[in-house]
């Protein structure tokens, strides 16, 4: 079993794996070089030897235990027939949406135009040998935001817009999640050692509809793959403590927690879970000294329990290659 699975699955405390989300992305000059001859995103996510090639790019420079498929999210709404677009400096802009299109969309469709990722998830698990291969969703609540809010829910969100959509949105909330599942079932058949199931907006969520938007459907998907054994890891990012009930009600085989909540807390209250991330991507843009004593906090805080170390979200795009060089060496030299 490699390292990260291991440590998820045995709760296996002994070696601390470490990747990064966002480890292939624009922080990495070889990234950038790849993109600026792909001006189309969708497009690029679409071709396997390309995607191939970015997803091997942080493991062949850091080394790191595991490699994540180089991908969005937004692919479901995107094989969903809602098209998608991202704009620079601006983020993704998606088009109108056609809840009959979107519903009336087959499985078997979907699946087809997600050839490319399942045959990239092959060709990286062919080349990538001892490493954990991670493949992804966005969880329904994050995408359902994305498919109703048509961008970013980052500036001018008003969460009534999508609670006003209530009807269609029931419809449409359950078809995300079969195409979630779809998605995760092919590329666990392709090769996907672990998967990670991403609810960056789950904090948008008042607590009152945690349980219908977040807990529900994420705890329905978890369950759907326990008895596959494969490990996956829940970001529910921005809720808080809320992170305890969402243990409680997901039951995930590991938890990636966000850069607001304190570790200690985390350490405390949460139980028969692994846990993973929590530092600061902002942290990773100081000078090293503040870099290690951020690091080793969180080595501490998680020692002896099963941890795994990555951030509370993606690397940002300013930060130095040589920096995760240098992460890298000191989660390694921990002992
Ligand atoms: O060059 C560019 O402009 C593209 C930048 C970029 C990259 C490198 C986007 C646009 N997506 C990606 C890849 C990506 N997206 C990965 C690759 C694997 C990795 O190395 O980690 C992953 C896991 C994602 C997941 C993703 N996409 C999330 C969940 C994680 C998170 O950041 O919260 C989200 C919300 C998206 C949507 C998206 N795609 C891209 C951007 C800039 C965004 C966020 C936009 C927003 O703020 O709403």
């Known amino acids: 079993m490699n390292k990260l699975s291991d440590c998820i699955i045995n709760k296996n405390s002994s070696y601390i794996p470490i990747w990064f989300m966002r480890q292939a992305g624009r922080y990495l000059p070889e990234f950038r ?32 235990d595991a490699a ?34 979107v519903i009336k969309t087959k499985k078997n469709e979907f699946i087809a135009s997600m050839q490319p990722v399942y045959n990239a998830i092959q060709a990286v698990k062919e080349e990538a040998t001892g490493k954990d291969i991670i493949g992804f969703v966005g969880a329904p609540w994050t995408i359902l935001v994305y498919m109703l809010n048509k961008k970013s829910p980052k500036k001018d ?60 459907p994420t705890y329905r998907i978890v369950n759907k793959f326990k008895s596959s054994k494969i490990p996956i890891i829940c970001f529910p990012k921005g809720i ?29 209250n949460l139980k028969n879970v692994s846990v993973q991330g929590g530092l600061d991507p902002k942290i990773l843009l100081k000078d090293y000294e503040v ?39 000191l989660v390694r030299r921990n002992k």
């Not at 790849?34 to 090639?53: A, P, S, Y």
């Not at 180089?70 to 949406?97: A, H, R, T």
């Not at 078809?175 to 789950?202: L, M, P, R, Y």
């Open 68 to 101: 994540i498929i180089f991908s969005d999210i937004l692919m479901i709404p995107y094989g969903l027939g809602q098209s998608v677009e991202f704009i620079k400096g601006e983020g993704p802009v998606l088009g109108n949406l056609n809840i009959d299109k």
């Open 157 to 216: 969100f008003d969460i009534k817009n999508i609670m006003n959509e209530q009807h269609s949105g029931d419809k449409l909330l359950k078809k995300i999640e079969e195409t979630i599942c779809s998605h995760i079932e092919n590329q666990i058949k392709s090769g996907a050692t672990v998967i990670q199931i991403f609810d960056s907006w789950a904090g948008l969520l008042p607590d009152s509809y945690l349980k219908k938007y977040c807990y529900d």
């Open 291 to 329: 870099i290690e004593k951020e690091v080793k906090k969180y080595l501490e805080i998680f020692s002896g329990s099963p941890y795994v170390f990555n951030l509370g979200h993606g690397v940002l795009p300013e930060t130095k290659p040589e920096t995760i060089t240098y992460v890298t060496e």
């Open 33 to 64: 070089e790849i993109r600026k001859q792909n001006q189309d995103f969708i497009k690029l996510c679409l071709d396997t030897k390309l995607v191939k090639e970015i997803t091997l790019q942080p493991i062949k420079r850091f080394d790191l």
């Open 240 to 268: 808080g403590k809320n992170y305890l009930d969402f243990c409680s009600a997901v039951k995930p085989s590991c938890v990636n927690i966000d850069y607001d909540i304190d570790p200690m807390w985390i350490k405390k």
